[in-house]
């Protein structure tokens, strides 16, 4: 009976001590959207039901910890919460990153721009080109379409989505091919 009183202690020891385990979580304030560790400092939570977090707002990005903390992720911005020592990783460990604008750059500067991720099977990164503006972002069943440089280009790597060219390379050699034949006939 005294054996077994041992053990339950020990292992009731082992849960309370295991509960009340501090976090380990990064912690940096506009941390960026290119992962720098120089900008980051690691740090130990109090306790028990800390998280470590991380929120995203645009091509701002602050990592630190929490007592509370609900996710909420709308197209890669919101907030990230986690329970195990440095789990808000700096990048994706695995998934899909693509750069995210709505309102993009001209010419296209990944300064300019955050990165948004996804590990949900199906979602590719993507560039909408119209006649004003450019956005780029991930969405799931993206269908590659375009007409003279304006619609939508789909692309399933990491960063993809960067490509400043809105002109596809066929439809650039036919218009240099046309302008040598207009060329051509001013010459006879």
């Not at 001590?17 to 720098?36: F, K, P, Q």
């Not at 948004?116 to 993206?142: E, F, H, L, W």
């Not at 269908?143 to 596809?168: E, F």
């Amino acid at each position: 009976m005294a054996r077994i009183s041992i053990v339950m202690f020990i292992q009731l020891a082992a849960c309370i001590s295991i509960s009340h385990a501090a976090l380990t979580c990064y912690s940096c304030t506009n941390c960026g959207i290119t992962w720098n560790d120089s900008k980051a400092t690691i740090v130990q939570t109090s306790g028990s039901g800390d998280y470590c977090r991380k929120a995203v707002a645009g091509v701002v990005i602050n990592r630190d910890f929490s007592s509370s903390c609900s996710s909420a992720n709308v197209l890669g911005h919101g907030i990230f919460c986690c329970e195990t020592d440095l789990c808000v990783l700096p990048t994706l460990v695995s998934g899909l990153e693509c750069y995210y604008c709505a309102t993009c750059t001209k010419p296209f500067s990944a300064n300019g721009a955050s990165i948004v991720s996804s590990n949900t099977t199906g979602d590719s990164c993507y560039k909408i080109a119209a006649a004003v503006t450019t956005s780029r972002g991930i969405m799931p069943g993206c269908v590659s379409a375009s007409v003279l440089g304006i619609g939508t280009w789909c692309c399933n790597t990491d960063l993809c989505n960067a490509g400043q060219s809105i002109v596809p390379m066929n439809l650039k050699i036919i218009i240099l091919a046309f302008l040598i034949c207009i060329g051509l006939m001013k010459m006879f």
